[in-house]
């Protein structure tokens, strides 16, 4: 199982990024994917999942109306369409996959990526 991330990088407070977790290894669409972040010295935070199927989405109170998640079966990719980013979004964003989505939201997550750094300047 691979999962790797790209689109991290740093932005102005209000701009946009859009991240993508590429996924392969495994069946992609027997999974559910996330989103997880941590910053230096603080917890690990679910920040956003989405099933296959039916494609149900979760979203952390912290980022809801402003991110979007998104996910292509075919290409095995997942996407996370951030914006209005704050400087408190700055953090290691990490996608993930597990079976579970309830191993998603809480961050269980039997398989993780490398990360990519998100760095929002005020």
């Known amino acids: 199982v691979q999962l790797v991330e790209s689109g991290g990088g740093e932005v102005e407070a209000g701009g946009s990024l859009r991240l993508s977790c590429a996924a392969s290894g495994f069946r992609f669409d027997d999974y559910t994917i996330g989103w997880l972040r941590q910053a230096p010295g603080n917890e690990r935070e679910v920040v956003s999942g989405i099933a296959s199927r039916p494609g149900t989405t979760y979203y952390a109170d912290s980022v809801k109306g402003r991110f979007t998640i998104s996910r292509d079966n075919a290409k095995s990719l997942v996407y996370l369409q951030m914006s209005s980013l704050k400087p408190e979004d700055t953090a290691n964003y990490y996608c993930?996959?597990?079976?579970?989505?309830?191993?998603?939201?809480?961050?269980?997550?039997?398989?993780w990526g490398k990360g990519t750094l998100v760095t929002i300047s005020s």
């Open positions: 993930t996959a597990d079976h579970s989505s309830k191993d998603i939201r809480d961050g269980r997550a039997s398989y």
